[in-house]
């Protein structure tokens, strides 16, 4: 993994249509990041050391991304996939795996030139590779706050842990 961190601040001014248009976020329980030591079965006291190590169980990601990935889109989209789908200029989505995030994107009908790609220059960046994607749109001159086009988040983590917002900025 990478580490990287990202904010965005949103203002909701009066009668503006711009901002947080749909947000969601939920969990479920698969093991997808596995750590054994801890707790009453394993105390530290009587951990090993690969106990102790925190692993990634990759198929099991790369099965479990598309589906949680698709649970943020769609409830995003709330039933409206087909008309929000063309209006949404830039989907920003977790950088988990570069094989898997275009499957997703293809599988999900995502045209492939509205999904920025960042995984291949600094790993998977967890959650924060949406908005680093963001913030190198900005960059680039793809985005632009106050344009008031239609851009969608969503991200999947450890635990499971996944969601996502439509944003109009």
């Given at each position: 993994?990478?580490?990287?961190?990202?904010?965005?601040?949103?203002?909701?001014?009066?009668?503006?249509?711009?901002?947080?248009?749909?947000?969601?976020?939920?969990?479920?329980h698969p093991e997808?990041?596995?750590?054994?030591?801890?707790?009453?079965?394993?105390?530290?006291?009587?951990?090993?050391?690969?106990?102790?190590?925190?692993?990634?169980?990759?198929?099991?990601?790369a099965k479990a991304?598309?589906?949680?990935?698709?649970?943020?889109?769609?409830?995003?989209?709330?039933?409206?996939?087909?008309?929000?789908?063309?209006?949404?200029?830039?989907?920003?989505?977790?950088?988990?795996?570069?094989?898997?995030?275009?499957?997703?994107?293809?599988?999900?009908?995502?045209?492939?030139?509205?999904?920025?790609?960042?995984?291949?220059?600094?790993?998977?960046?967890?959650?924060?590779?949406?908005?680093?994607?963001?913030?190198?749109?900005?960059?680039?001159?793809?985005?632009?706050?106050?344009?008031?086009?239609?851009?969608?988040?969503?991200?999947?983590?450890?635990?499971?842990?996944?969601?996502?917002?439509?944003?109009?900025?």
């Open positions: 993994f990478g580490d990287g961190a990202g904010a965005l601040i949103l203002r909701g001014d009066e009668g503006s249509k711009l901002g947080l248009q749909a947000s969601t976020s939920a969990t479920d997808l990041v596995i750590h054994r030591a801890g707790g009453a079965l394993i105390p530290p006291s009587r951990a090993t050391q690969a106990d102790n190590a925190w692993y990634v169980d990759g198929p099991t990601v991304y598309p589906e949680y990935m698709r649970r943020s889109v769609d409830t995003l989209l709330n039933g409206h996939k087909r008309e929000l789908m063309e209006e949404i200029s830039r989907y920003y989505l977790h950088q988990a795996n570069k094989f898997v995030l275009l499957k997703f994107v293809a599988e999900a009908n995502i045209p492939a030139e509205k999904v920025p790609l960042n995984v291949h220059r600094y790993g998977n960046t967890s959650a924060a590779s949406t908005l680093i994607l963001f913030a190198e749109d900005l960059a680039a001159g793809n985005a632009r706050i106050g344009s008031g086009e239609l851009v969608l988040f969503a991200a999947v983590g450890a635990g499971v842990h996944y969601g996502g917002q439509l944003v109009r900025v």
